[in-house]
């Protein structure tokens, strides 16, 4: 909220009268109102509209709401319990299942929209020069990203990329992580902390001499000298919507850049899956 406030209060000399009645609502509401708040609420607040909510958020630097929402979900989700943040969107969104529907598919449309606009093609090009070089690649997820990460990990499998999945964590996950080496690509699927678990897997990348792809919400200064490529994945600021659906779209990308580099191996890989299938009756 502190840096809300300090963008409001930097341009508030040439903010327009609207902008001015938004920007006198978003400041007066709490962190956990905003992650809830919708563009038609606050312009009903305000009296003004869904469009001058969208032009205040631009004027003030943001892309749109979910990119404030994103801002606001870090420090709110670190300092808030998560039993106290379930109660909230309980309260916030009652038993309506027409509101309940509305609130998670719009969510997840802003979230798509901020994912879409998250990185730059040469990010991307060097994300997939990372896969195409390597000659296995490990797929990591912390927690409910391991869905992301098991996502690309299979894609990549049918496309023709020699891929391992990391399943377990803490003692287990020695085992299968000291095959990693010198010529491996680690992908890292980590929203916003960083673990006992993917301070090891860092450890051993940089020991071994492996390239790590990073696919992350909140850590690229923190970890951004430790990898090779950083993505960004915006994660769900309310949990409303699923925790893995930017770091999956992610990995879409990557697997078709991948595939229209190396189409021969890819379409090689799909007739090999397919007549396997065959075999096992499907």
Same mark, same amino acid.
């Given at each position: 909220?502190?840096?809300?406030?300090?963008?409001? /209060?930097?341009? &508030?000399?040439?903010?327009?009268? $609207?902008?001015?009645?938004?920007?006198?609502?978003?400041?007066?509401?709490? #962190?956990?109102?905003?992650?809830?708040?919708? !563009?038609?609420?606050?312009? #009903?607040?305000?009296? =003004? /509209?869904?469009?001058?909510?969208?032009?205040?958020?631009?004027?003030?630097?943001?892309?749109?709401?979910?990119?404030?929402?994103?801002?606001?979900?870090?420090?709110?989700?670190?300092?808030?319990?998560?039993?106290?943040?379930?109660?909230?969107? %309980?309260?916030?969104?009652?038993?309506?299942?027409?509101?309940?529907?509305? +609130?998670? &598919? /719009?969510?997840?449309?802003?979230?798509?929209?901020?994912?879409?606009?998250?990185?730059?093609?040469?990010?991307?090009? $060097?994300?997939?020069?990372?896969?195409?070089?390597?000659?296995?690649?490990?797929?990591?997820?912390?927690?409910?990203?391991?869905?992301?990460?098991?996502?690309?990990?299979?894609?990549?499998?049918?496309?023709?990329? /020699?891929?391992?999945?990391?399943?377990?964590?803490?003692?287990?996950? #020695?085992?299968?992580?000291?095959?990693?080496?010198?010529?491996?690509?680690?992908?890292?699927? #980590?929203?916003?902390?960083? =673990?006992?678990?993917? +301070?090891?897997?860092?450890?051993? !990348?940089?020991?071994?001499?492996?390239?790590?792809?990073?696919?992350?919400?909140? %850590?690229?200064?923190?970890?951004?000298?430790?990898?090779?490529?950083?993505?960004?994945?915006?994660?769900?600021?309310?949990?409303?919507?699923? +925790?893995?659906?930017?770091?999956?779209?992610?990995?879409?990308?990557?697997?078709?850049?991948?595939?229209?580099?190396?189409?021969?191996?890819?379409?090689?890989? $799909?007739?090999?899956?397919?007549? %396997?299938?065959?075999?096992?009756?499907?």
């Amino acid at each position: 909220m502190t840096r809300l406030r300090d963008r409001i /209060s930097e341009r &508030w000399d040439s903010l327009a009268k $609207s902008e001015r009645a938004v920007s006198r609502v978003l400041t007066a509401m709490s #962190a956990e109102r905003i992650l809830y708040a919708s !563009a038609a609420e606050l312009g #009903a607040q305000s009296k =003004t /509209s869904n469009a001058s909510v969208v032009r205040t958020l631009q004027t003030l630097g943001y892309a749109g709401l979910s990119e404030l929402k994103q801002e606001v979900a870090a420090p709110f989700s670190s300092t808030v319990s998560p039993e106290v943040r379930l109660r909230s969107r %309980l309260e916030h969104l009652g038993q309506d299942l027409g509101q309940i529907q509305r +609130e998670i &598919w /719009s969510e997840a449309q802003d979230l798509v929209a901020l994912a879409s606009r998250a990185n730059t093609d040469a990010q991307y090009s $060097s994300a997939v020069n990372l896969v195409i070089h390597a000659d296995t690649v490990f797929c990591y997820g912390l927690g409910a990203s391991g869905i992301a990460a098991d996502h690309l990990a299979l894609r990549l499998r049918r496309i023709g990329v /020699s891929t391992r999945r990391l399943t377990t964590d803490g003692f287990r996950l #020695a085992d299968e992580v000291m095959s990693l080496g010198s010529r491996d690509l680690l992908v890292i699927f #980590a929203p916003g902390r960083v =673990t006992r678990d993917i +301070e090891a897997l860092l450890d051993q !990348a940089h020991l071994v001499g492996a390239s790590v792809l990073l696919i992350t919400d909140e %850590l690229h200064e923190q970890l951004g000298s430790r990898v090779t490529v950083s993505l960004a994945a915006p994660h769900t600021p309310t949990g409303l919507t699923a +925790e893995g659906i930017a770091g999956i779209l992610t990995g879409d990308v990557l697997v078709q850049g991948v595939s229209a580099v190396g189409p021969d191996t890819a379409l090689r890989s $799909s007739q090999t899956l397919n007549d %396997l299938r065959g075999r096992l009756g499907y």
